[in-house]
């Protein structure tokens, strides 16, 4: 069901003549507007615009999100961004940009020749949709990694095109809410797209949630967007289209090869509809309801068409034992959970025993060895494990795993927050932050739990800290942490802290607070890339602190 996949692996074929245009003599070349021919030239275009998506969540799991309160690179290697060790030299930050623009620039061809073919209006406006929408969210990303920066809005004709001056964050946000609020009325429904691979429109509902709770937060601080937020995250709520995963697979084909029911991990499964969630994203099965938007990873590298992605290789159950890369899958263990995280659930909460490993791998048999220390270090990250990858070819260094950007329990906790901030902890506050706790204890998600639920009468203050610690628990490792601490204005003050106790209580690995230690404010934003600057020298002055 890899559908936008299997529309790039058309444009992989179908541009193997390229090759040609090195030739003097140019006899295959065809203008772009020739491209654009009908529905189908459209739907290729828009997976290309979609492309460069991947990269971008590949290298998440490793690198651009690492360098938090939730975890730590597990390496003993002080240079780049996972430990906040870099400059504007750095390939992963000049990667970045340059993958942003490159989906923006697609964007725009396929924009400005959206009118080319003669076909469906409905279809045609669905596509235009989906297209704005990702313009507007390759500006997101880049604002919030990069602050100021040029906005583009129309394609690249000519070398002169690049020389685009910077413009303020809010302006950027400001054109982010345009495309994506444009988006909104065109595009499908997740019930008529059927897949979370493509943008529906309770997905750039909760999007445009989560870029209002970014703008009414730190450094744009415009209190008036927790209104909006609150109004576009109700409209998912209200849709109808999505909810909580309460169930499990109990398909046997789901268990285990060569491994029996009594595995700890195999216990774990089928405890909680928690660990559900991300085991579908590895055996290639959507569920709209809960997971509302995934980058689409496909591939083992035995075919024509690959778009490999690195969740469980990068960020698993360590294994590194060659005889196994095919059963339970090599994982490289880059990623491991903090103490904090370890101690941030609650007695009960199921959560955790997915989210941070229960057990090691024998290199020799392949054995689960249960981790008796309870201190909280030494844990990898866990949530997408290898042994259910869909593959039977498994590729040792990158898996085929979804990866997920938008969750419904993510707009529950949006909602909860918007809700406080402009009325206070209401019922309706208290209503969706329970049903996600809930969830995590395994629980009936309508019903109220003594155990689960949050203490009653709290106040605004404590309210907002909850739903912190909430966001902390429930989406570690999914790449939203590090934009959430720095609109909370918490960012440097909390890698500090995080990074002097894991300095001081894990002697083993004490180096994994480097990324902490290093953090001070000019790592708020990354640099403008040096080698960009030199293109276009509109980017000066570079950002505060590079």
Same mark, same amino acid.
């Given at each position: 069901?890899?559908?936008?996949?299997?529309?790039?692996?058309?444009?992989?074929?179908?541009?193997?003549?390229?090759?040609?245009?090195?030739?003097?003599?140019?006899?295959?070349?065809?203008?772009?507007?020739?491209?654009?021919?009908?529905?189908?030239?459209?739907?290729?275009?828009?997976?290309?615009?979609?492309?460069?998506?991947?990269?971008?969540?590949?290298?998440?799991?490793?690198?651009?999100?690492?360098?938090?309160?939730?975890?730590?690179?597990?390496?003993?290697?002080?240079?780049?961004?996972?430990?906040?060790?870099?400059?504007?030299?750095?390939?992963?930050?000049?990667?970045?940009?340059?993958?942003?623009?490159?989906?923006?620039?697609?964007?725009?061809?396929?924009?400005?020749?959206?009118?080319?073919?003669?076909?469906?209006?409905?279809?045609?406006?669905?596509?235009?949709?989906?297209?704005?929408?990702?313009?507007?969210?390759?500006?997101?990303?880049?604002?919030?990694?990069?602050?100021?920066?040029?906005?583009?809005?129309?394609?690249?004709?000519?070398?002169?095109?690049?020389?685009?001056?910077?413009?303020?964050?809010?302006?950027?946000?400001?054109?982010?809410?345009?495309?994506?609020?444009?988006?909104?009325?065109?595009?499908?429904?997740?019930?008529?797209?059927?897949?979370?691979?493509?943008?529906?429109?309770?997905?750039?509902?909760?999007?445009?949630?989560?870029?209002?709770?970014?703008?009414?937060?730190?450094?744009?601080?415009?209190?008036?967007?927790?209104?909006?937020?609150?109004?576009?995250?109700?409209?998912?709520?209200?849709?109808?289209?999505?909810?909580?995963?309460?169930?499990?697979?109990?398909?046997?084909?789901?268990?285990?090869?060569?491994?029996?029911?009594?595995?700890?991990?195999?216990?774990?499964?089928?405890?909680?509809?928690?660990?559900?969630?991300?085991?579908?994203?590895?055996?290639?099965?959507?569920?709209?309801?809960?997971?509302?938007?995934?980058?689409?990873?496909?591939?083992?590298?035995?075919?024509?068409?690959?778009?490999?992605?690195?969740?469980?290789?990068?960020?698993?159950?360590?294994?590194?034992?060659?005889?196994?890369?095919?059963?339970?899958?090599?994982?490289?263990?880059?990623?491991?959970?903090?103490?904090?995280?370890?101690?941030?659930?609650?007695?009960?909460?199921?959560?955790?025993?997915?989210?941070?490993?229960?057990?090691?791998?024998?290199?020799?048999?392949?054995?689960?060895?249960?981790?008796?220390?309870?201190?909280?270090?030494?844990?990898?990250?866990?949530?997408?494990?290898?042994?259910?990858?869909?593959?039977?070819?498994?590729?040792?260094?990158?898996?085929?795993?979804?990866?997920?950007?938008?969750?419904?329990?993510?707009?529950?906790?949006?909602?909860?927050?918007?809700? @406080?901030? %402009?009325?206070?902890?209401? &019922? #309706?506050? /208290?209503? $969706?932050? !329970?049903?996600?706790?809930?969830? *995590?204890?395994?629980?009936?998600?309508?019903?109220?739990?003594?155990?689960?639920?949050?203490?009653?009468?709290?106040?605004?203050?404590?309210?907002?800290?909850?739903?912190?610690?909430?966001?902390?628990?429930?989406?570690?490792?999914?790449?939203?942490?590090?934009?959430?601490?720095?609109?909370?204005?918490?960012?440097?003050?909390?890698? @500090?802290? %995080?990074?002097?106790?894991? &300095? #001081?209580? /894990?002697? $083993?690995? !004490?180096?994994?607070?480097?990324? *902490?230690?290093?953090?001070?404010?000019?790592?708020?934003?990354?640099?403008?890339?040096?080698?960009?600057?030199?293109?276009?020298?509109?980017?000066?002055?570079?950002?505060?602190?590079?």
């Amino acid at each position: 069901m890899k559908k936008l996949l299997f529309l790039l692996s058309i444009i992989t074929v179908t541009m193997v003549s390229c090759e040609k245009f090195l030739n003097t003599e140019p006899i295959d070349k065809i203008a772009i507007t020739q491209y654009y021919t009908d529905e189908n030239g459209l739907i290729l275009a828009l997976a290309g615009v979609y492309d460069p998506l991947g990269p971008y969540y590949s290298d998440l799991c490793k690198n651009q999100n690492v360098c938090t309160d939730e975890g730590y690179y597990a390496r003993n290697n002080t240079i780049g961004i996972a430990t906040n060790s870099y400059d504007a030299s750095n390939t992963g930050v000049a990667d970045l940009w340059a993958k942003c623009y490159l989906g923006i620039d697609r964007a725009n061809n396929l924009i400005a020749n959206i009118n080319l073919p003669q076909m469906d209006e409905a279809k045609r406006q669905a596509i235009l949709g989906e297209t704005l929408f990702l313009r507007g969210y390759y500006h997101f990303l880049l604002v919030q990694y990069f602050g100021d920066v040029p906005i583009k809005l129309t394609p690249t004709t000519n070398p002169t095109d690049v020389f685009i001056d910077k413009s303020p964050a809010k302006a950027v946000y400001e054109q982010v809410l345009k495309d994506m609020k444009e988006a909104e009325t065109k595009v499908s429904t997740s019930t008529a797209l059927g897949f979370s691979g493509r943008v529906s429109k309770t997905a750039v509902e909760g999007i445009l949630a989560r870029v209002c709770l970014q703008m009414a937060g730190y450094p744009i601080n415009d209190n008036s967007k927790y209104a909006e937020a609150l109004s576009w995250a109700k409209k998912v709520q209200s849709s109808g289209e999505h909810a909580l995963k309460t169930s499990i697979n109990l398909d046997p084909a789901w268990a285990y090869n060569a491994y029996t029911a009594t595995s700890p991990s195999v216990k774990q499964t089928l405890a909680t509809a928690y660990s559900q969630i991300f085991i579908n994203e590895a055996k290639d099965v959507y569920d709209t309801k809960e997971s509302m938007w995934e980058i689409e990873f496909n591939g083992d590298r035995s075919g024509l068409y690959n778009e490999l992605g690195g969740l469980g290789s990068q960020n698993g159950i360590t294994m590194t034992a060659t005889p196994f890369i095919s059963t339970i899958g090599y994982s490289y263990g880059f990623v491991r959970g903090t103490a904090r995280l370890y101690k941030a659930y609650g007695v009960g909460d199921l959560r955790r025993d997915w989210a941070l490993t229960t057990f090691t791998y024998n290199a020799t048999t392949g054995a689960e060895t249960a981790i008796t220390s309870t201190n909280g270090y030494g844990r990898d990250s866990a949530k997408w494990r290898r042994i259910y990858e869909i593959n039977t070819r498994k590729d040792k260094n990158q898996t085929a795993i979804n990866a997920p950007v938008l969750r419904f329990a993510d707009v529950l906790l949006m909602l909860a927050e918007a809700e @406080n901030q %402009v009325n206070g902890p209401t &019922a #309706t506050a /208290y209503g $969706a932050v !329970n049903q996600v706790r809930r969830r *995590g204890y395994g629980f009936d998600i309508n019903t109220i739990s003594a155990v689960a639920d949050l203490p009653a009468g709290l106040s605004k203050a404590q309210f907002q800290q909850a739903i912190e610690d909430e966001r902390f628990r429930e989406l570690c490792f999914e790449g939203t942490r590090r934009a959430d601490l720095i609109r909370w204005n918490k960012y440097v003050q909390t890698l @500090n802290s %995080v990074g002097n106790e894991i &300095a #001081t209580g /894990y002697a $083993a690995q !004490n180096w994994g607070g480097t990324g *902490g230690k290093n953090t001070v404010d000019k790592h708020l934003l990354y640099p403008i890339p040096l080698k960009e600057m030199g293109i276009n020298p509109n980017l000066k002055p570079q950002n505060p602190g590079w």
